[in-house]
């Protein structure tokens, strides 16, 4: 899948650039989601690249997406998805991330998304038995304010709804085809910060969930003050396909 703007073009994730989003979502996402800094994963280079593996086993599924700038053929941002069934487990695939981590910080951050989709079932509202996840959404901190971010997630959307009408533009990363099926019916993502949640209010997802992050903890501290600030919130967001 490929979409030409002015100067950025948007492209499904391809093997031969996954090693450079690895590197874009070290430096993008890692070191300044509030997640990441609340648990010290962003003070933690080794702990960052720990995630390389659930970075690599997310891209597996195809449905990732990458703005790459024009002039230089530099990768500005990532929108890293994932495919979902109602009838697989969210714990069973990140732990799989957990078990070779070495930092606590790397843990920390994987916990935290499976207690998140623990908390929620977002197939039942929808009747839906699949559903594409924005997973991170990371742009380079020097390409900011240039609605890159707002771009990715507008494709990744774009992307689903072609795999829901029976259209496969799923982009392998490894040596064998990727099957259509299961096709999501509905589009969700973990938001938990204010940037992320504007693009979700345009791109009109429904909130189907508001945390508030002084009622959630990491080692015995809640995220509301780790983070400075009472009245932050995370939301769990979906938007269905048609």
């Given at each position: 899948?490929?979409?030409?703007?002015?100067?950025?073009?948007?492209?499904?994730?391809?093997?031969?650039?996954?090693?450079?989003?690895?590197?874009?979502?070290?430096?993008?996402?890692?070191?300044?989601?509030?997640?990441?800094?609340?648990?010290?994963?962003?003070?933690?280079?080794?702990?960052?690249?720990?995630?390389?593996?659930?970075?690599?086993?997310?891209?597996?599924?195809?449905?990732?997406?990458?703005?790459?700038?024009?002039?230089?053929?530099?990768?500005?941002?990532?929108?890293?998805?994932?495919?979902?069934?109602?009838?697989?487990?969210?714990?069973?695939?990140y732990e799989d991330?957990?078990?070779?981590?070495?930092?606590?910080?790397?843990?920390?951050?994987?916990?935290?998304?499976?207690?998140?989709?623990?908390?929620?079932?977002?197939?039942?509202?929808?009747?839906?038995?699949?559903?594409?996840?924005?997973?991170?959404?990371?742009?380079h901190p020097n390409?900011?304010?240039?609605?890159?971010?707002?771009?990715?997630?507008?494709?990744?959307?774009?992307?689903?709804?072609?795999?829901?009408?029976?259209?496969?533009?799923?982009?392998?990363?490894?040596?064998?085809?990727?099957?259509?099926?299961?096709?999501?019916?509905?589009?969700?993502?973990?938001?938990?910060?204010?940037?992320t949640q504007r693009?979700?209010?345009?791109?009109?997802?429904?909130?189907?969930?508001?945390?508030?992050?002084?009622?959630?903890?990491?080692?015995?501290?809640?995220?509301?003050?780790?983070?400075?600030?009472?009245?932050?919130?995370?939301?769990?967001?979906?938007?269905?396909?048609?």
């Open positions: 899948m490929e979409t030409i703007m002015r100067t950025i073009e948007y492209v499904s994730l391809t093997k031969d650039r996954l090693d450079e989003s690895i590197l874009v979502l070290r430096e993008a996402f890692f070191k300044h989601e509030n997640v990441c800094i609340a648990t010290g994963l962003s003070q933690n280079p080794q702990a960052i690249a720990e995630c390389d593996n659930l970075i690599i086993n997310v891209s597996k599924h195809g449905v990732s997406v990458i703005a790459i700038e024009k002039q230089t053929n530099k990768i500005v941002g990532v929108a890293l998805n994932k495919i979902q069934h109602k009838s697989t487990s969210s714990n069973e695939f991330s957990i078990k070779p981590a070495k930092y606590p910080e790397t843990a920390g951050i994987l916990d935290f998304l499976i207690e998140m989709e623990n908390s929620l079932d977002p197939f039942q509202p929808y009747e839906a038995n699949c559903l594409l996840e924005l997973l991170f959404l990371g742009v390409y900011g304010k240039r609605g890159i971010g707002l771009k990715l997630a507008e494709i990744s959307i774009e992307l689903a709804g072609l795999l829901f009408k029976g259209d496969n533009v799923k982009t392998p990363i490894e040596d064998k085809q990727l099957s259509l099926e299961p096709r999501p019916q509905i589009v969700t993502s973990v938001l938990t910060s204010f940037k693009i979700c209010r345009r791109l009109q997802f429904d909130i189907v969930k508001v945390i508030m992050c002084r009622d959630i903890f990491y080692n015995g501290q809640s995220y509301a003050s780790l983070l400075g600030d009472a009245d932050l919130k995370f939301t769990l967001e979906c938007k269905k396909l048609n």
